[in-house]
């Protein structure tokens, strides 16, 4: 799940806590002071909070592939990415769920923290589109910081940039390892999938081109009779 390093740990820890301790279908508000101090309330009392977890049924949501593949390659362009790595993550992080809230309160697909989300202004979380738009976003920002290498991108997303840089390299964390390989696995055969697809369609098409050159031209009138 992507965490933001600039956010202090006794923070992503108090929010976790704030984030189990509420009702399973409580909105979730969020305000930014000057100071960069982040407070989280399911009661708004001022007007300068603003929601990042919308009141959603916990139960499992059916996304199909036709809505989402669309989505997928329009983010994947924009940030170029390949949409079988996009597609990977989302595997990896919420198996194609898009009300999946982890413990730690991680929202969507991509599972974007609360933090992240504002900080990639991602308004609801929930939303596919939004939720890969922003998870898109920030793969492509840590790709960029850390000079193309995947698997520390990946580590990045996972266990927070600065994490990564303080180990200078993929940290010592089971959790952060497992999820670098669990994603590279996923997008190898994501991939491979992608090839074959387009492999079988190149046939396809090549076939139909051969089967209609070799076919009897049609008369453009009738014969006479005779």
Not at 4 to 23: E, H, M
Not at 82 to 87: D, S, V
Not at 157 to 179: D, F, K, M, S, W
């Amino acid at each position: 799940m992507p965490n933001v390093g600039r956010i202090p740990a006794i923070l992503s820890i108090s929010a976790a806590l704030f984030l189990s301790a509420l009702p399973s279908r409580a909105d979730v508000y969020q305000y930014i002071d000057a100071n960069g101090t982040i407070s989280l309330t399911n009661v708004p009392n001022d007007p300068r909070y603003r929601r990042v977890i919308a009141e959603l049924p916990r139960s499992r949501a059916v996304i199909s592939d036709g809505e989402l593949e669309p989505v997928i390659a329009r983010h994947s362009r924009a940030h170029r990415l390949h949409p079988a790595l996009i597609r990977a993550v989302i595997k990896t992080e919420s198996d194609f769920d898009p009300l999946a809230v982890s413990r730690a309160g991680a929202v969507g697909l991509m599972q974007l923290m609360p933090q992240t989300a504002v900080r990639l202004d991602v308004r609801d979380s929930y939303n596919p589109d939004e939720n890969i738009g922003g998870g898109t976003k920030y793969l492509r920002q840590l790709l960029d910081r850390f000079n193309g290498n995947l698997p520390l991108a990946l580590a990045a997303y996972n266990a927070g940039e600065h994490t990564v840089e303080r180990y200078r390299g993929l940290p010592p964390i089971p959790e952060t390892r497992q999820y670098v390989q669990k994603v590279l696995r996923y997008y190898r055969t994501f991939l491979t999938n992608d090839r074959l697809s387009s492999s079988r369609a190149y046939r396809a098409q090549a076939l139909g081109a051969k089967a209609r050159a070799l076919a009897p031209s049609l008369p453009t009138r009738s014969p006479d009779r005779p």
